[in-house]
């Protein structure tokens, strides 16, 4: 209820009540370089804001987009932030004006190879009038949501490349603010993995058959997400990990991992899917602890700390030679 109310209003425009929605526009991004995050270009901006309606939002839609490429970091945090930012947008988008936002007290973002990027805008209709296309009919016909995506994407998508050089990058449906940023949460994993794999080949020369993959469950009083942390094969050593964050019914699947050290055929689950898509990209030497472990950070720097083979808790951490952090692409 209380997301319902922070992304989505009613405003009067000259006795006209408006139905508006705070929309998110995921983008999933993977690179060996930053992933940009800022301030767009007025032409960027406005190219993506014709795409979206032309594309994704109904006929005769308004539209007030932010004129910023967020990350997860710099996306407002409480549901008070929410319902600034999308009376904002709205107003902007009924008063056919650019949006007066500021951006100078977002955080830096977090250097991650593998993450979503966020457009964030307001569309409203006159009340009770459709937002989104897939919400209306042509020629007798329901417009189809994969229709949708695949022309915003084939279209938005030159613009999106402007924004974020050096990245390969999947778009994702244009939605309700909460729906879409959840949606991209979960969309993003299985990315993380493979860009993971790709960077310790690009940096160390390790080939995937030549990593070792440790999963293990982490959470206070249950599951809540699952470390990948890496290794070569002939060593313990953790060289570099990622986090796979569990979301609604995922959360707390302990029988995946009581079931494999038992020698039964394991449940599908999150692990389960973690394993095959690390063997899909040529782990084939999987180690997963089972039970659960207390998420530990660093106390210095505040990244996650990872199980190693032997069940020991370990900061992750690459060979002297390698390359010390991610260069940005010029």
């Not at 425009?13 to 992933?35: F, K, S």
């Not at 959840?182 to 310790?200: G, K, M, N, Q, S």
């Amino acid at each position: 209820m209380a997301e319902t109310h922070s992304e989505s209003m009613v405003i009067e425009q000259d006795g006209q009540p408006y139905d508006a929605l705070l929309v998110a526009v995921p983008v999933l991004a993977w690179t060996r370089y930053m992933i940009p995050s800022g301030p767009l270009k007025g032409d960027v901006a406005d190219a993506l804001r014709t795409q979206l309606q032309a594309h994704v939002l109904a006929t005769g839609t308004l539209v007030g987009l932010a004129p910023f490429l967020y990350s997860i970091d710099q996306l407002p945090r409480h549901h008070v932030e929410t319902y600034r930012l999308a009376q904002q947008l709205a107003h902007a988008a009924i008063g056919h004006h650019a949006a007066k936002l500021s951006f100078g007290d977002l955080p830096e973002t977090s250097p991650i190879l593998a993450d979503p990027r966020f457009l964030l805008a307001v569309v409203a209709a006159p009340a009770g009038a459709p937002l989104f296309r897939w919400q209306e009919e042509e020629h007798g016909n329901r417009i189809e949501r994969g229709q949708c995506l695949e022309q915003w994407a084939a279209q938005g998508g030159p613009s999106l490349s402007v924004a974020l050089p050096g990245c390969e990058f999947e778009c994702l449906l244009p939605d309700a603010y909460y729906s879409a940023c959840r949606d991209a949460d979960e969309r993003i994993r299985p990315h993380t993995v493979r860009t993971a794999i790709r960077y310790l080949f690009d940096t160390l020369g390790a080939a995937p058959q030549e990593l070792r993959a440790v999963v293990a469950g982490f959470g206070e009083r249950r599951i809540d997400e699952y470390r990948v942390g890496f290794t070569r094969r002939a060593s313990n050593d953790v060289i570099y990990g990622v986090v796979w964050p569990l979301y609604g019914r995922e959360n707390g699947d302990v029988s995946v991992d009581n079931a494999t050290l038992e020698g039964e055929t394991p449940m599908e689950g999150p692990m389960e899917e973690i394993v095959s898509l690390l063997k899909e990209c040529g782990v084939t030497d999987v180690r997963r602890h089972a039970g659960r472990f207390e998420p530990e950070y660093c106390d210095d720097c505040g990244v996650p700390l990872y199980a190693d083979p032997l069940g020991e808790i370990v900061h992750a951490e690459m060979p002297e030679d390698a390359s010390p952090a991610q260069p940005h692409f010029h």
